[in-house]
């Protein structure tokens, strides 16, 4: 499973570090796993999450507690499937994303 540090999170959603960890905070559904240094492992659906919650918040102007209740909302709604396939190219995206830019970096 791929696992993504909290500064590429923070360069993919264009956030700074301590957003996320207050997004953390407020959203129980966010919960990266911590590696043996104590550093935030993000998996995909965390990120997958983190895109929601930063549209909701940003381009919806959704207030904290709205996009919460949405999430949930979205959550809880019968569009599995077609959730399952937007996050799974979501995924794809990211993926590639990193790669060009390691690349980039070389």
Same mark, same amino acid.
């Given at each position: 499973?791929?696992?993504?540090?909290?500064?590429?999170?923070?360069?993919?959603?264009?956030?700074?570090?301590?957003?996320?960890?207050?997004?953390?905070?407020?959203?129980?559904?966010? =919960?990266?796993?911590? #590696?043996?240094?104590?550093?935030?492992?993000?998996?995909?659906?965390? !990120?997958?999450? /983190?895109?929601?919650?930063?549209?909701?918040?940003?381009?919806?102007?959704?207030?904290?507690?709205?996009?919460?209740?949405?999430?949930?909302?979205?959550?809880? =709604?019968?569009?599995? #499937?077609?959730?399952?396939?937007?996050?799974?190219?979501?995924?794809? !995206?990211?993926? /590639?994303?990193?790669?060009?830019?390691?690349?980039?970096?070389?």
């Amino acid at each position: 499973m791929e696992s993504y540090s909290i500064g590429e999170v923070c360069r993919l959603l264009n956030v700074k570090p301590h957003v996320l960890r207050y997004w953390e905070q407020e959203f129980s559904l966010l =919960s990266p796993r911590k #590696d043996f240094n104590g550093q935030r492992k993000y998996t995909s659906n965390d !990120l997958n999450t /983190l895109y929601r919650i930063r549209h909701l918040l940003y381009e919806e102007k959704y207030t904290i507690e709205g996009a919460r209740n949405r999430i949930w909302k979205d959550v809880s =709604s019968g569009n599995a #499937d077609l959730r399952a396939a937007i996050n799974s190219m979501r995924q794809s !995206l990211v993926s /590639l994303s990193l790669k060009v830019e390691k690349s980039s970096e070389s």
